[in-house]
């Protein structure tokens, strides 16, 4: 999850926790330490990479679109296993469009519902959340 609000941080956490969303969650709250994160566990394949990525357009230090560009050129052997949903408060066509040209999975307006995140795991995943 990579987003430099904390409550919708916070908000995130509870909804996937409470709905059994995900195993382990990391949190970055800019783009650069999402950059970080990746490196970090992701620099062999192994379980701590992450399968999906939650990433909110408009972050501080290294924006949403400017991590897609530079996760792009990483040299990470399952970067095209991750899927890269975007989340934002903007409905504007010109970043819907951005966002879809970048090679996302998705773009999502927030909050991100219950609904969403059972989309993105049945659609991504094969997968539904608890009933």
């Known amino acids: 999850m990579v987003d430099d609000d904390q409550t919708a941080n916070y908000f995130n956490q509870l909804l996937t926790s409470r709905l059994s969303g995900t195993d382990k969650l990391l949190v970055a709250l800019n783009g650069q330490e999402a950059m970080d994160l990746l490196l970090l566990h992701c620099h062999l394949t192994t379980p701590e990479c992450p ?4 990433l909110d357009v408009k972050i501080s230090v290294m924006d949403g679109f400017q991590f897609q560009e530079a996760y792009g050129q990483l040299p990470l052997p399952p970067k095209d296993a991750i899927i890269i ?3 934002t408060t903007s409905l504007h066509p010109p970043n819907l469009d951005r966002g ?3 090679n996302v999975a998705g773009v999502l307006n927030t909050p991100l519902t219950p609904a969403e995140l059972d989309d993105i795991l049945r659609h991504h995943f094969h997968r539904h959340l608890p009933a």
């Open 85 to 87: 949903v975007m989340l």
């Open 100 to 102: 879809h040209q970048l």
């Open 51 to 54: 399968v999906l990525i939650l």
